[in-house]
């Protein structure tokens, strides 16, 4: 008997192990990866990332991303500080992970040897009317002063961190990707002494979720700054032509009433044998 519950004690142990076998193998299985598709952009200065879940595309971000982050330097009399903005753009070569879930959902982006790194939180919810939207939620960006292409001269340099606060960006109905040649602007709070980091997104389009096809974004919702600038535009076009319109209509009119309204003249006689008589 002692040696049937060792076999008993045994065999669940197996079993355990081969259901966390299984857990681990599906973990694998369902292991996401990130990939940067920026060489496909004619824009120098857009670049295109994706992440892929068992060798589909979950999440897909296209933008232009501009920094602006305030940094403290020495003054020449060694006493006092002075804040310098330093000024960069997302490079195309960045590194790229991500995570996809069905409400939620991330990208991390990631460059010179992790100085820099950008993290967008998505979150899907259900708003008004029962309509599923889906939004960024977070941004972070850590960043590393003492990285000197960009920070010159930094005083106690080092990592800080950024954070948005209570974010609802780039509200999009689900199933569909947002698009905006406009610049979108943020601003985030840093533990380098609270300053507010600027990060400006332009020429974007982002599906987060629901991506039907493999590296294609489903149907674009344009956002309301990008529509306001398009009607901006046509406008004018519309008021020249219902003024040219009306031009038009008030010249014909008026020769119409010319017509109408002209003197009759007295006829001549058609047969010239009445000219004696006139």
Partial sequence: ???????????????????????????VLAEQEGENLSGL??????????????????????????????????????????????????????????????TESEIQITWKNNAYTLRIYFSKEFRDKGIEVWKISKVQFVYDTSETSHFINAYNPGKHTANTHRLSALVTPAGRSYVCLAQQTLTLISTDHQKGVTVSMYDTQIQPFDIASDFMFSEPYKCITDQRERLEETLPLILGFILALIIVITLTVYHFHLKLTAPQLPQLPRDRSMYKNM
């Fill in 41 to 102: 952009s004619t824009n120098p200065d857009k670049a295109i990332f994706a992440v892929r879940e068992n060798g589909t595309t979950c999440l897909m971000v296209e933008f232009a991303v501009r920094f602006l982050v305030p940094f403290d330097v020495l003054a020449l009399n060694g006493i006092d500080l002075i804040t310098e903005q330093a000024a960069f753009t997302l490079p195309r070569g960045a590194e790229i992970e991500g995570k996809c879930g069905s």
């Fill in 1 to 27: 008997m002692g040696r049937l519950g060792f076999s008993t004690t045994e065999s669940a142990r197996l079993l355990l192990l081969g259901v966390f076998g299984v857990l681990a193998l599906s973990v």
